[in-house]
């Protein structure tokens, strides 16, 4: 089984593009598929549920909270593994330390910058690629 922590930035892209093919939207799809299992904890869905709710998104409470469901009922809720090293942007720190708690998982963002580098922290393309 793949395992994968998704930013949020991959789920507001998937949800607001009108481009089915776009890897976003693809991921997305994929992890309705139940292609690959997400890791999440408490804070990733909070941060899920404030971000996708923004009024500055077109998108439709419904879908957001339809998509955090799924995402709970069939992921894995996971612990951090702590790392204790500077991240350029702290708020990310949650998604980074979940993947670090499955072995071969992924982290797949649109910011690899602010994370270290790792081979395990890819791109949605990337991890179309993979799957």
Same mark, same amino acid.
């Given at each position: 089984? &793949? ?13 607001? !593009? ?10 997305? #799809?994929? =992890? =309705? ?7 999440? $904890?408490? $804070?990733?869905?909070? %941060?899920?549920?404030?971000? =996708?709710? #923004?009024?500055?998104?077109? &998108? ?7 998509? &955090? ?6 992921? &894995?809720?996971?612990? #951090?593994?702590?790392? $204790?090293?500077?991240?350029? $942007? ?12 499955? %072995? ?18 890819? !791109?949605?393309?990337?991890? =179309?690629?993979?799957?």
């Amino acid at each position: 089984m &793949i395992y994968a922590v998704i930013d949020t930035n991959v789920l507001v892209s998937a949800l607001i !593009t009108h481009n089915p093919e776009a890897a976003t939207a693809k991921v997305v #799809r994929l =992890l =309705l598929e139940q292609e690959f299992v997400m890791l999440y $904890d408490a $804070d990733i869905i909070a %941060e899920y549920k404030d971000v =996708l709710h #923004r009024t500055k998104f077109p &998108i439709l409470k419904e879908t957001a909270d339809a998509l &955090i469901s799924f995402i709970v009922e069939n992921g &894995i809720e996971a612990s #951090r593994v702590i790392f $204790d090293e500077p991240m350029t $942007d702290e708020d990310d720190r949650m998604f980074y330390e979940i993947s670090l708690s499955q %072995e071969d998982s992924f982290l797949v963002t649109g910011n690899l910058k602010h994370y270290p580098a790792s081979p395990h922290v890819i !791109t949605p393309a990337q991890f =179309l690629e993979i799957l």
